[in-house]
């Protein structure tokens, strides 16, 4: 009754906040496309917008902490942003229903306490004594002790997981249509399935260690409260105290130094490069006006923007350069760090059916990496289809004044150029979200295995009198 209340309520309420993010998506898109639409030129800043997980209706995960925007500039320097959803205040703060809190929390829970006294309260009740006197193997005994309970459980977890399902067919609130859709519930499934045999066999393994029902629970809980609780928990804070990191702020100021560093350099030769034309061409600098130029002082900007090209470009390639090295070194301490963090986490199953499901459901880590491959590609489209369409000049005089001067350039209107979207975007395939998590599938494989083996021998030697 429990799972037919919880598992279809769950998969009931993350469709509804699925459709809020997607109805979300398409408004930004929206009033992006409408806003800039006949304003486009050198100064537009193209946003490019990543569609939320379908697979969000199951795995909330991290989806309302990946970016979920990218805006584009025409020095070259792209952001990532998220666009903010309204949310229920306590929903913040006692946390989302997903389907990872349903399986990893309650039914883990729920695992356990169907089978904490599953040996030892047998043996308490004095009936552990009577099967052992017949022939047969203790082996094939616990192993029906853990999988007896196992299959009915799962029954109702399955059979639960279809009303929800068949509530979000008829609210129709995913496209199911593609194979991609079945293939990833049914793998979302088969690794719950796994997940909870660990969770009946560790039950099973703690009946095992103790010959009372009451000592059974004690060191159920305790097991629990470690696994779940406390190992997932602190290990973000001891990867932190092992490898600490500087804040992002400090990142971002280390960044828009360097950058004006850079900007001052480019500067003084831009107007080291202007003045020497000048006086080349018998201008006074202090004399050049905006309007009613003379030859030659319009000969002088000619010149002045045929040599000024390469030295921009150069400058600008520094610029980037510079940023990405921060950027780079910055992103590779924190991969560093969350290394740690997951290597430290992994010692529990929980952790690795966490990292499991979110990555598969499309609302983990390697989405946030996905989306910045698809950022940078989206500035190199928005470079060619828009900046590279008009010329953006700055003018700087020895005294510090400059003028800035921007237009289209030859043969190009702005009513012809097409507001660019990032409509092309694609999740990661999942055979390769597979393949770049094999180590948590391989892990949560060994737990059930070690976890199973260790009761067999713990049994094989229980005193049942």
């Known amino acids: 009754m429990l799972c037919l209340l919880i598992?279809?309520?769950?998969?009931?309420?993350?469709?509804?906040?699925?459709?809020?993010?997607?109805?979300?998506?398409?408004?930004?898109?929206?009033l992006y496309h409408d806003q800039t639409s006949g304003n486009l030129g050198s100064g537009t800043r193209a946003e490019g917008f990543?569609?939320?997980?379908?697979?969000?209706?199951?795995?909330?995960?991290m989806e309302d902490a990946l970016p979920d925007k990218v805006i584009t500039n025409r020095n070259g320097?792209?952001?990532?942003?998220?666009?903010?959803?309204?949310?229920?205040?306590?929903?913040?703060?006692?946390?989302s229903m997903d389907f990872?809190?349903?399986?990893?929390?309650?039914?883990?829970?729920?695992?356990?306490?169907?089978?904490?006294?599953?040996?030892?309260?047998?043996?308490?009740?004095?009936?552990?004594?009577?099967?052992?006197?017949?022939?047969?193997?203790?082996?094939?005994?616990?192993?029906?002790?853990?999988?007896?309970?196992?299959?009915?459980?799962?029954?109702?977890?399955?059979?639960?997981?279809?009303?929800?399902?068949?509530?979000?067919?008829?609210?129709?609130?995913?496209?199911?249509?593609?194979?991609?859709?079945?293939l990833t519930v049914f793998v979302i499934l088969l690794l719950s399935a796994a997940y909870l045999f660990v969770m009946f066999a560790l039950g099973t393994l703690a009946s095992c260690l103790t010959k009372n029902s009451v000592s059974s629970i004690v060191i159920t809980l305790f097991a629990w409260v470690i696994l779940f609780a406390f190992v997932p928990?602190?290990?973000?804070?001891?990867?932190?105290?092992?490898?600490?990191?500087?804040?992002?702020?400090?990142?971002?100021?280390?960044?828009?130094?360097?950058?004006?560093?850079?900007?001052?350099?480019?500067?003084?030769?831009?107007?080291e490069i202007l003045e020497k034309i000048m006086f080349q061409n018998n201008v006074n600098p202090k004399e050049v006006r905006m309007m009613d130029q003379s030859p030659?002082?319009?000969?002088?900007?000619?010149?002045?923007?045929?040599?000024?090209?390469?030295?921009?470009?150069?400058?600008q390639d520094k610029i980037l350069s510079t940023l990405e090295k921060i950027d780079?070194?910055?992103?590779?301490?924190v991969r560093t760090q969350q290394s740690i963090a997951k290597n430290i986490s992994r010692i529990s199953p929980v952790s690795c059916y966490l990292f499991l499901i979110t990555e598969i459901s499309l609302t983990g880590l390697?989405?946030?990496?996905?989306?910045?491959?698809?950022?940078?590609?989206?500035?190199?489209?928005?470079?060619?289809?828009?900046?590279?369409?008009?010329?953006?000049?700055?003018?700087?005089?020895?005294?510090?004044?400059?003028?800035?001067?921007?237009?289209?350039?030859?043969?190009?209107?702005?009513?012809?150029?097409?507001?660019?979207?990032?409509?092309?975007?694609?999740?990661?395939p999942l055979g390769k979200i597979l393949l770049t998590s094999m180590p948590d599938l391989l892990l949560l494989l060994f737990y059930l295995i070690l976890v199973s083996g260790i009761t067999i021998i713990l049994f094989a030697k229980y005193d049942v009198r």
């Open 7 to 30: 598992i279809p309520l769950g998969i009931y309420i993350n469709s509804q906040e699925y459709e809020l993010r997607r109805d979300t998506w398409k408004e930004s898109e929206k």
């Open 50 to 61: 990543r569609p939320p997980s379908p697979f969000g209706v199951f795995i909330r995960g």
């Open 77 to 95: 320097i792209y952001s990532f942003s998220k666009n903010t959803i309204r949310q229920d205040a306590l929903t913040t703060l006692f946390g």
């Open 100 to 182: 990872l809190y349903i399986v990893g929390t309650i039914l883990s829970l729920l695992a356990l306490i169907f089978t904490f006294n599953s040996v030892s309260g047998e043996r308490e009740s004095g009936t552990l004594k009577l099967v052992m006197s017949n022939t047969v193997p203790r082996g094939k005994y616990i192993l029906a002790k853990i999988t007896g309970p196992y299959m009915v459980f799962i029954t109702c977890f399955v059979l639960s997981f279809i009303t929800g399902f068949l509530i979000l067919v008829m609210n129709r609130s995913v496209d199911m249509q593609e194979g991609r859709f079945w």
């Open 233 to 271: 928990k602190v290990s973000p804070l001891i990867a932190r105290l092992v490898y600490p990191l500087p804040s992002q702020k400090a990142i971002e100021d280390e960044k828009h130094l360097a950058q004006k560093e850079i900007e001052k350099e480019r500067d003084a030769r831009r107007a």
């Open 296 to 315: 030659e002082q319009r000969r002088s900007f000619e010149e002045y923007d045929e040599q000024i090209t390469p030295v921009e470009t150069a400058y």
């Open 328 to 333: 780079r070194d910055y992103e590779t301490k």
């Open 366 to 428: 390697i989405e946030n990496e996905n989306f910045k491959k698809y950022g940078a590609v989206f500035q190199q489209k928005v470079d060619q289809e828009i900046y590279s369409k008009y010329t953006y000049r700055t003018y700087i005089f020895g005294d510090g004044n400059h003028w800035v001067m921007s237009g289209n350039k030859e043969g190009v209107q702005n009513d012809e150029l097409q507001v660019p979207h990032l409509d092309y975007y694609e999740f990661m």
